[in-house]
Structure formats: structure tokens, C-alpha cells
T-cell receptor, first 114, second 117 residues
Framework: EDKVVQSPLSLVVHEGDTVTLNCSYEVTNFRSLLWYKQEKKAPTFLFML????IEKKSGRLSSILDKKELFSILNITATQTGDSAVYLCAVNYPGSSNTGKLIFGQGTTLQVKP | NAGVTQTPKFQVLKTGQSMTLQCAQD?????MSWYRQDPGMGLRLIHY???????DQGEVPNGYNVSRSTTEDFPLRLLSAAPSQTSVYFC????????????????FGSGTRLTVV
């Protein structure tokens, strides 16, 4: 069964801390892995990863993929209260008709305290 | 540029009622999909479409119908609402029939919060 598992499910840190969020997956014909940030409403796109070992970076956020061990991590350095959100990991795979599908993990709820 | 527009934002239904959740995108995206989000379960794919006239089932299609008569619109129909369909529903689109591409991901609508009593 195809699945995506995120850990931890929730996390509370203080401003300035560094956090690492984990995402492991088991899917057939992996195509890419995506990270989203969800605050009150719609998820917003952070990163797409397709190749192992190549770090994607945007400001204080970075992510890397390990296709051998089937996982990805999302790092946030010097956290701020505005980083409080649910972080979603999703894997894109072709499915039976070679059309893209996204399977999501449960999400990690991050709370950053002042 | 409106992106993906979902209506309504909130809805309360009685068990057995039917309704249609609307989704429209103005980006000429080929791929559109519907997800439901429940606490602790992430987003689950209900139905998706890779172009006008083509739809397919996702993980949790039972109780829902879709159609794609135009590129822009992808409505989700609940035929006979049940309390188990209480959820937040998101519509998403992508420029590729193969799903998200680099630097695009999916564009999500702002969601419809549905309560079935």
C-alpha cells in the first residue's frame, strides 16, 4: 500500500530554535516529493524534490531528499512565530494511468512560542 | 489573476441533502483534483481530472461525483450527504496532466468547510 508518514505529528519550540521535520514514503514509481505549509486555509507550496542529495533552500527553510532510504527532511532555522503552521509532505506518483497523483502525509503541526 | 476559486466557503447540510461544491481556475491548467482534509489524516484524494471530459477516482471517491465539461471548472457533487462527509474540501490544479511540476507544485483553493448534521 502506498503511504507517506510524517514525524513528529506535533512539535512545540521557542523562537530561535532549529527544527527538523521528517517524511518517509513507500510508493511505486516515485516521481517527486513536495512540501507544503498550511496556516489557516489553503496549503502553500514550499519545495519540490526529485533528486537525492540536492538541497533546496529558501531563506531559513531547506529540504533534502534521500531516494535510497525513502525519506525527506525539512529544516527550519531560527524559527519565528510566523512559522507556526501545519507542514505537509506529499509524494507524486503516476498511478495506474500515468497521471500524477499526490498522496499526503498526516502533517506536522509546529507551534513556535515567543 | 484569481487562481483557484472555491465556493461556497462554508456550508451546513442535513443528512440526505445534495449539493455541489464549485471549483474554477483561470490559469488554463490541465490537471484538477479534489481533496478532503480531516483531523490527523492529511489530505486524501477524492477525484481528479487530467483534462476536459476526463475524470478518475482517487482514494476516497464513494459518495461523490465529478465532471469536467470545461478546462476551467471542476465541480464536486455530493449526492446524498452523510455525517461522515463532514470535512474541509480543497480543490487544486496543476499545469501538467502528470501532476505538479518543478516550481509549481499544485495551486490550492481556499477550501470549503462542510458540516453534515
Amino acid at each position: 500500500e502506498d503511504k507517506v508518514v510524517q514525524s513528529p505529528l506535533s512539535l512545540v519550540v521557542h523562537e530561535g530554535d532549529t527544527v527538523t521535520l521528517n517524511c518517509s514514503y513507500e510508493v511505486t514509481n516515485f516521481r517527486s516529493l513536495l512540501w507544503y505549509k498550511q496556516e489557516k486555509k489553503a496549503p502553500t507550496f514550499l519545495f519540490m524534490l526529485t533528486s537525492s542529495g540536492i538541497e533546496k533552500k529558501s531563506g531559513r527553510l531547506s529540504s533534502i531528499l534521500d531516494k535510497k532510504e525513502l525519506f525527506s527532511i525539512l529544516n527550519i532555522t531560527a524559527t519565528q512565530t510566523g512559522d507556526s503552521a501545519v507542514y505537509l509532505c506529499a509524494v507524486n506518483y503516476p498511478g495506474s494511468s500515468n497521471t500524477g497523483k499526490l498522496i499526503f502525509g498526516q502533517g506536522t503541526t509546529l507551534q513556535v512560542k515567543p | 489573476n484569481a487562481g483557484v476559486t472555491q465556493t461556497p466557503k462554508f456550508q451546513v447540510l442535513k443528512t440526505g441533502q445534495s449539493m455541489t461544491l464549485q471549483c474554477a481556475q483561470d490559469m488554463n491548467h490541465e490537471y484538477m483534483s479534489w481533496y478532503r482534509q480531516d483531523p490527523g489524516m492529511g489530505l486524501r484524494l477524492i477525484h481528479y481530472s487530467v483534462g476536459a471530459g476526463i475524470t478518475d477516482q482517487g482514494e476516497v471517491p464513494n459518495g461523490y461525483n465529478v465532471s469536467r465539461s470545461t478546462t476551467e471548472d471542476f465541480p464536486l457533487r455530493l449526492l446524498s450527504a452523510a455525517p461522515s462527509q463532514t470535512s474541509v474540501y480543497f480543490c487544486a490544479s496543476s499545469p501538467s496532466r502528470q501532476g505538479p511540476r518543478s516550481n509549481y507544485g499544485y495551486t490550492f483553493g481556499s477550501g470549503t468547510r462542510l458540516t453534515v448534521v
